[in-house]
Nanobody, 117 residues
Framework: VQLQASGGGLVQAGGSLRLSCAVS????????MGWFRQVPGKEREFIAQ????????SYADFVKGRFTISRDGAKNTVDLQMNSLRPEDTAVYYC???????????WGQGTLVTVSS
C-alpha cells in the first residue's frame, strides 16, 4: 500500500488547511485510516482515524471540534480538514493505514504544516 500526503503549508493562527492522503489500493474496505503528526524531537502523536467501510471516526482530545477526518471513495483519499489552527499545531503530518491488519504499518511521506502566530 502506498500513501501520498499533500496539502501542507504556511497558515496564520486561526486559519484553515485541508490535507489529503491518496491511497494506492482500491480494495480498502476493511482498512483503518489515520492521521498523525510529529514535531522534531518529540514522539509521533495520533490525531484522528476512521474506518474506511463504515466511516467511524475517532479523534485526539486536542483536535476535537477543530479537525475533521473524512474519506472520498471516488478519489480514494482520506482528508483532514483543520480549522482554528494554532501555532502548537505546527508539525509534519503523516497519513497511515493498517492495510487490513491490526497495526498502522503503511505510512505516507509526511507534509509540513506551519502555523504562524
Amino acid at each position: 500500500v502506498q500513501l501520498q500526503a499533500s496539502g501542507g503549508g504556511l497558515v496564520q493562527a486561526g486559519g484553515s488547511l485541508r490535507l489529503s492522503c491518496a491511497v494506492s489500493e482500491r480494495t480498502i474496505s476493511n482498512y483503518l485510516m489515520g492521521w498523525f503528526r510529529q514535531v522534531p524531537g518529540k514522539e509521533r502523536e495520533f490525531i484522528a482515524q476512521l474506518t474506511w467501510n463504515r466511516g467511524i471516526t475517532s479523534y485526539a482530545d486536542f483536535v476535537k471540534g477543530r479537525f475533521t477526518i473524512s474519506r472520498d471513495g471516488a478519489k480514494n483519499t482520506v482528508d483532514l480538514q483543520m480549522n482554528s489552527l494554532r501555532p502548537e499545531d505546527t508539525a509534519v503530518y503523516y497519513c497511515a493505514t493498517t492495510g487490513g491488519g491490526g497495526q498502522y504499518e503503511y505510512w505516507g511521506q509526511g507534509t509540513l504544516v506551519t502555523v504562524s502566530s
